[in-house]
């Protein structure tokens, strides 16, 4: 898409360099733990070594006999307060600290606070905890049987361990199409737990002024003004009001749903700051990261696709059971316990569905929502490109020639699916072609026929996702009640620059770019004459945040309309300054002409300066606005990736030769930024698919709980990824645009996983589970007989 | 995180180094490149009164042929062999070797005495000086001691020094004309320990045959693994498909890997076959062989 | 617990302190000398959000105590830029999109730097076996190997 603005104004399609990096590169950032305030405490908790567990006793005295060490908080402390318990964003509760017992390893016990990082390491040493172990559930299965041991003993009146119950669809006619169908395939999976690993962990600087009776918490948080309102309600009891808390996410170093539940750590924090009236900073230790926030997937899935012997796909149906540890602290949307899982019936033309989830407890880290997920889709679009493959296989069909079969056509959209989404736009056929083009198909397919006669194992596997993000629609989306519109605030000063605040949070997606380029776009004032600003909730727009790939479709959204509002009022102002009437003014990027006249115009700057100096007498003076866009519907981003794996005969290592990454996110504002997203989207797709996985052995310790055994990639696992777009614009979005950021961390691992199969699928292999590990893959091998 | 307290010493000397070894006996640990000392102590898994550091003795780094050896400092930097042309050109195993350790950055730091002091299975030297049949040198109070590599490990996270000994030296015979030596490692990614790795050093005869070969195994037992077995089978035989698959199979025998999340025993034998076979075909072919 | 006094040249100038013996040069370098832009990102040396250069090399500065930088040189990225000019890295990390959230930068540059120092065109392989201690979440490496073939023209 050639842009329309000069590279000067740099508005939309400019791969314009960011304005946030000067500060950078320079290693000039302001993170959490990079704040010092005077007079700071400094946090460490001690955590539970057992997955449930009675308290008999905690002694404190050794640690507070450390000099240095000031306090030690328990969950009698926050008791008295009754804070000791608080509630989840999804509307359960979970422990701040425990009274009673604890129900996960490494959970929060008790807090040290002390003079310095060191001697509160210290004092978590000598803290004495005297525990009574308990039975362990951690079999989700087992968990869910009638009759097992109730672990939410908290909750009066609760008999079992289930959360929730979700169902969409028409179960009758979906199960009479599959009575009637010709082909029926059927597949387990089990996608494991996985954590986002950002490279900065969470933290915060809880600072409680007691002269002006002010809460500041500098926050790595993805959502300020959520956690603002969360607060105030949570503590209003012990006088914290809304308009005296404020948060501040300065930078954070990633975030991908990670940073948007309120952990323990922070609520612990704050109460120790309003306690004892100085500020308190917390920064988790990176074990503390992976063994006890907010995790993602865990995911055990049932599908079934039923099909014409052509190959027409007429209904699928899937039943999971969804492990949310002991307490479900995901962060989806009110309604929606299992997120957007319905996405399910993903880019086919599938005339019935039906799909239901069960949430349960068990002895674990709470959680389920996180890792570039958009609420739940990475599992659906697993669930659809897995039993898609499978179809193929059954069938012995081409998988691109299946997919294309059954694609949603251009020409349905906006097109309604079987459980309820109206999907707004899209190509499908169109990516995939083109990421058939660019792998070049059909000389692989031959490759691996000459391959195979030699016995060597080469596969190629494609995902076609369909994305669903960009939450949401105020009729069916809130958080706590808390609808998910987002906000623009925009102000143009006298010279003509501006300032424009959000109510979203970048962690790395750049939006004091890109926001600055769609304003440019709409008021020809330069980007780089844009000043952005996110995440001070005392001077932010209200909004929900940025995760899920939300931010372009409502915050980018509202940024449209209120540089829209500011142009109608600029509209006025140059009919003034002109002497015309506003009907009479064209307007081309950055001013107001006089139709036929060309020559008499005003400049968007100049208009700017009349706003404060001359403007029209009964007008108001000034040149702002602000808008809170409440998107109509969701935005459905998609895409077709394409993956060539080599697999070693002898130790089972998957490597990825090639990977082709077609995607279609609408209009784009920055191009390069939107490869970024997906490079950086397609590793922590590649990562889940191969090599991370967080489990626990039958006593719930964990496995994977630090960087020794939870296996981020680095730059040589991951391959060269090569990526092209296709641009299918929104109909519904100001601009055009769709959301992008997690695209290719949800159509990605399918691909590999459906590559990998591919490889292995004329000796009958049929599934894998991820990760995908050399132990598994030679496993198979060995099974059939092909292990060197 | 963070360490527990501790004293820290920095002797200019390796007389003053053995001597605070001495005094503070098992509440003494030598720093060496500190890469596995430091995280331990950072995750309060080890215990250490007092640090002895040997970073400010002066000649500890080195790599140098004399006398019919290789004679590498205790405190010669992974990085340094990897930058090292006598290494690339005639010790390639170690090349090998180190390019594997750890990454990059670490290896700035890491050092070949301490790979091999730390006695860790997991470490990679001690398969390739077994399979070089290398000596360590220890210097403690009564002076140097020589000890061959096969005396050297002895049990999980235990070589055979004394508390008061430091690694100054690791010795390696020059590999006479028509010897190769391959070190290869599977792991899950760049940084981790190995999931299994063969270390293989041959000496072929004029024949083609092999007259000399070293053969270790790197984390498939409480300490490195010498597949003695296959070496034997493999002495005087021409090393082909077949004698390098009865090796290999030996190997697998001389295997006790503890399960983890690398993977179960069987895999990990089933690894260290394979590897060995990998590792001897390319030393074959570093050796002059086919 | 003995307390130490050390001199340690950070960025050309020259620093005194007395610390704990273990006070790690991370924890040295950004609370006491208050250089913010090396960061923390794991407690097992894995991550490299914590390299700096010391005499010269790449090290992880978590694993590396104060005390053993007393009379030697350490670079952080609060150095790179001379007298209000970037670093050719530093302007390769910017023209190539090698950076999104950032943590991870500094250290991936300091390595970077030490690279180019031996290697003037270092292949896209050398490149990322280069990296191969410094995690990045974000970028996915494409960019950031950009970057530092950037740098390389720059400084060729």
């Known amino acids: 898409m050639q842009p329309k603005t000069t590279p000067e104004v740099s508005g939309m399609g400019h791969s314009m360099k960011r304005k946030e990096d000067p500060r950078f590169i320079r290693g000039k950032g302001n993170y959490v733990d990079d704040i010092q305030l005077p007079g700071m405490l400094y946090m460490a908790i001690v955590r539970s070594p057992y997955a449930h567990a009675k308290i008999k006793s905690i002694k404190t005295d050794k640690a507070l006999k450390i000099p240095g060490v000031l306090a030690v908080i328990t969950g009698e402390t926050l008791a008295k307060y009754n804070l000791h318990?608080?509630?989840?964003?999804?509307?359960?509760?979970?422990?701040?600290?425990?009274?009673?017992?604890?129900?996960?390893?490494?959970?929060?016990?008790?807090?040290?606070?002390?003079?310095?990082r060191y001697l509160a390491a210290d004092g978590v040493e000598a803290v004495e905890v005297d525990y009574e172990p308990l039975p362990v559930l951690v079999d989700p299965f087992k968990a869910i049987a009638p009759g097992a041991p109730v672990l939410r003993t908290d909750k009066k009146d609760k008999k079992d361990n289930r959360i929730f119950h979700w169902e969409v669809g028409d179960r009758t006619a979906t199960d009479k199409a599959f009575a009637d169908a010709d082909v029926v395939v059927k597949q387990d999976m089990y996608i494991p737990r996985i954590h986002v690993a950002s490279i900065e962990t969470c933290g915060c600087i809880a600072?409680?002024?007691?002269v002006n009776g002010k809460l500041t918490v500098y926050m790595t948080t993805q959502a300020p003004h959520a956690i603002r309102t969360v607060f105030a309600l949570v503590a209003g009891h012990v006088g914290l009001s809304e308009e005296r808390i404020r948060i501040v996410s300065p930078d954070i170093g990633g975030g991908f749903g990670g940073?948007?539940?309120v952990y323990p750590g922070y609520v612990i924090a704050t109460a120790a700051s309003v306690v004892i009236g100085k500020p308190v900073k917390w920064i988790e230790h990176r074990m503390e990261n992976l063994q006890a926030d907010s995790f993602a997937r865990d995911y055990h899935i049932h599908v079934e696709l039923a099909a014409k012997k052509d190959g027409t796909m007429v209904a699928l149906r899937s039943k999971t059971l969804a492990d949310h540890g002991y307490a479900d602290a995901a962060a989806n949307p009110s309604k929606f316990p299992a997120g957007l899982f319905s996405i399910c019936t993903g880019s086919y033309d599938l005339k019935s569905a039906f799909a239901e989830v069960d949430g349960v407890y068990t002895n674990k880290?709470?959680?389920?929502?996180?890792?570039?997920?958009?609420?739940?889709?990475?599992?659906?679009?697993?669930?659809?490109?897995?039993?898609?493959?499978?179809?193929?296989?059954?069938?012995?069909?081409?998988p691109a020639q299946l997919r294309l079969k059954n694609f949603i056509p251009p020409e349905k959209f906006p097109y309604k699916s079987a459980l309820g989404w109206e999907y707004d736009s899209g190509n499908y056929a169109g990516a995939l072609k083109l990421a058939m083009e660019r792998i070049g198909y059909t000389a692989l397919r031959k490759e691996q026929a000459e391959k195979r006669a030699k016995g060597e194992l080469m596969g190629i596997g494609i995902s076609s996702f369909t994305e669903i993000v960009g939450a949401g629609p105020s009729k069916h989306f809130d958080i706590l009640g808390i609808k998910m519109f987002d906000s623009c605030e925009i102000r143009i000063h006298p010279t003509g620059k501006a300032i424009a605040r959000f109510g979203t949070k970048s962690q790395g997606q750049g939006h004091e770019t890109t926001y600055a380029q769609i304003i440019a776009e709409e008021l020809g004032i330069p980007a780089a004459h844009v000043q952005v600003e996110e995440g001070d909730t005392d001077t932010a727009p209200y909004g929900l945040g940025t995760y899920a790939s939300r931010s372009t479709p409502t915050a980018g959204a509202a940024g449209a309309i209120a540089a829209r509002k500011i142009r109608d009022k600029a509209k006025k102002i140059a009919a003034y300054l002109l002497e015309v009437s506003p009907e009479d003014l064209v307007w081309e990027t950055g001013k107001f002409s006089v139709k036929g006249s060309p020559g008499r115009a005003k400049t968007i700057q100049e208009i700017a300066f009349a706003a404060y100096t001359n403007h029209p007498p009964g007008m108001e003076a000034g040149l702002e606005a602000v808008d809170y866009y409440d998107p109509p519907n969701l935005t459905f981003p998609f895409g077709s990736y394409i993956c060539v794996v080599d697999i070693d005969r002898g130790t089972g290592a998957v490597k990825i030769r090639r990977f082709v990454a077609v995607d279609d996110c609408g209009n784009i504002i920055n191009p390069m930024i939107v490869d970024g997203q997906i490079h950086g989207g397609l590793t922590m797709g590649m990562a889940p698919a191969l090599l991370e996985e967080i489990s626990y052995d039958e006593n719930g310790n964990v496995q994977g709980g630090s960087f020794m055994d939870y296996l981020l990639p680095t730059a040589m696992e991951t391959p060269k990824w090569e990526t092209d777009k296709t641009v299918t614009p929104s109909p519904h979005h100001p601009f055009g645009a769709k959301g992008v950021g997690e695209s290719a961390t949800v159509g990605a691992p399918p691909a590999i996983v459906n590559a990998v199969v591919d490889a292995l699928s004329h000796l009958g292999v049929t599934h894998i589970d991820i990760p995908m590990t050399p132990e598994k893959v030679w496993r198979l091998l060995k099974e059939k007989g092909v292990a060197e | 995180m963070i360490p527990a307290a501790f004293d820290y010493h920095a002797p200019k000397t390796l007389a003053e180094a053995v001597a605070l070894l001495r005094e503070f006996k098992d509440s003494a640990k030598v720093l060496s490149g500190g890469q596995s000392l430091l995280p331990l102590l950072k995750l309060r898994l080890g215990q250490a009164g007092h640090l002895v550091d040997i970073g400010r003795i002066p000649g500890l780094e080195y790599i140098k042929e004399e006398g019919g050896m290789l004679r590498i400092g205790g405190r010669t930097r992974e990085a340094a062999l990897e930058r090292s042309e006598v290494?690339?050109?005639?010790?390639?195993?170690?090349?090998?070797?180190?390019?594997?350790?750890?990454?990059p950055v670490v290896r700035n730091m890491a050092t070949v005495g301490g790979n091999l002091a730390h006695g860790d299975p997991g470490n990679d030297h001690p398969a390739t000086m077994i399979a070089l049949g290398a000596q360590v040198v220890a210097t403690g109070p009564s002076g140097e001691r020589v000890i061959p590599i096969d005396s050297f490990f002895v049990g999980l996270f235990t070589t055979s020094l004394k508390p008061d000994e430091i690694v100054t030296e690791i010795r390696i015979p020059v590999p006479p004309a028509r010897s190769g030596g391959a070190y290869v490692k599977l792991e899950r990614k760049v940084g981790d320990y190995a999931t299994a790795a063969a270390a293989a050093q041959v000496t072929l005869a004029a024949s083609g045959a092999i007259e000399r070969v070293g053969l270790a195994l790197t984390n498939v037992g409480p300490t490195p693994v010498r597949a003695a077995a296959a070496e034997k089978l493999l002495t005087g035989k021409?090393?082909?498909?077949?004698?390098?698959?009865?090796?290999?199979?030996?190997?697998?025998?001389?295997?006790?890997?503890?399960e983890d999340r690398r993977g179960k025993q069987d895999y990990k034998r089933e690894m260290a076959r394979v590897l060995a076979q990998r590792a001897l075909k390319k030393a074959v072919q570093r050796a002059g062989g086919n | 617990m003995a307390m130490h006094s050390i001199k340690v040249m950070v960025?050309?100038?020259?620093?005194?302190a007395t610390v704990e013996s273990r006070l790690l040069l991370v924890h040295f370098l950004r609370e006491d000398l208050r250089l913010t832009g090396t960061h923390i990102g794991c407690d097992t040396t894995h991550c490299g959000a914590c390299t700096v250069l010391l005499d010269g090399q790449p090290v992880k500065s978590c694993t590396v105590l104060a005390v053993q930088a007393d009379g030697r040189q350490v670079a952080t990225v609060e150095g790179l830029e001379k007298d209000?000019?970037?670093?050719?890295?530093?302007?390769?990390?910017?023209?190539?999109?090698g950076l999104q959230c950032g943590y991870c930068t500094p250290g991936m540059m300091m390595t970077s730097s030490a690279l180019l120092e031996k290697n003037k065109n270092p292949s896209e392989t050398e490149i990322r076996e280069a990296i191969s201690g410094n995690l990045c979440r974000c970028t996915g490496y494409v960019n950031i190997v950009k970057a530092v073939q950037y740098a390389a023209g720059k400084l060729r």
Not at chain 1, 371 to 398: G, N, P, W
Request: some cysteine.
């Open chain 1, 207 to 210: 600072d409680f002024d007691r």
């Open chain 2, 238 to 258: 021409k090393p082909d498909a077949a004698a390098l698959a009865e090796a290999g199979k030996a190997v697998a025998q001389a295997c006790s890997p503890t």
């Open chain 1, 85 to 116: 318990w608080m509630p989840t964003l999804m509307s359960d509760t979970q422990m701040v600290l425990p009274t009673e017992k604890v129900m996960y390893q490494s959970q929060e016990v008790a807090a040290v606070i002390a003079t310095s």
């Open chain 3, 11 to 16: 960025n050309g100038t020259e620093h005194q």
């Open chain 1, 259 to 261: 940073k948007v539940p």
């Open chain 2, 87 to 103: 290494i690339r050109q005639r010790y390639p195993i170690l090349l090998d070797t180190a390019q594997v350790i750890a990454d």
């Open chain 3, 84 to 97: 209000g000019k970037l670093d050719p890295i530093q302007e390769g990390f910017m023209q190539e999109h």
């Open chain 1, 365 to 398: 880290p709470p959680g389920g929502i996180a890792y570039r997920c958009s609420f739940r889709v990475t599992e659906a679009v697993h669930l659809i490109e897995r039993i898609t493959d499978r179809l193929a296989q059954e069938l012995k069909m081409d």
